[in-house]
Nanobody, 113 residues
Framework: QEKYVESGGDLVPPGGSLRLSCAGSGLSFSDEIMTWHRQSPDKAREWVATLFPGGATFYTDSVTGRFTVSRDDAKNTMYLHMKSLRPEDTAVYYC???????WGQGTQVTVAN
């Protein structure tokens, strides 16, 4: 059974940067299609980014050019590097293997003055 632990969320001002981490167990991130998602209080959970085993990445339009996903295979950890943050990026961020039924607890990102 895979397990995900997200961390790194914080309160940051608009235009700020953050790096989120996703530590995994029960699977090897380097062998899997890994994804980031987010959920705001008044919205359904939405897909943010995908990282393929070979390194290809894809992003939802609203974060393209601002967010970058990467992976440290030695640590079995995935990262979401976020810059030029906007208030609409405020959400709880989650990671998981593509189409997994398992979710972590998420990490809260709040973009506000």
């Amino acid at each position: 059974q895979e397990k995900y632990v997200e961390s790194g969320g914080d309160l940051v001002p608009p235009g700020g940067s953050l790096r989120l981490s996703c530590a995994g167990s029960g699977l090897s991130f380097s062998d899997e299609i890994m994804t980031w998602h987010r959920q705001s209080p008044d919205k359904a959970r939405e897909w943010v980014a995908t990282l393929f085993p070979g390194g290809a990445t894809f992003y939802t339009d609203s974060v393209t050019g601002r967010f970058t996903v990467s992976r440290d295979d030695a640590k079995n950890t995935m990262y979401l590097h976020m810059k030029s943050l906007r208030p609409e990026d405020t959400a709880v961020y989650y990671c998981q293997k593509h189409e997994s039924a398992t979710w972590g607890q998420g990490t809260q990102v709040t973009v506000a003055n």
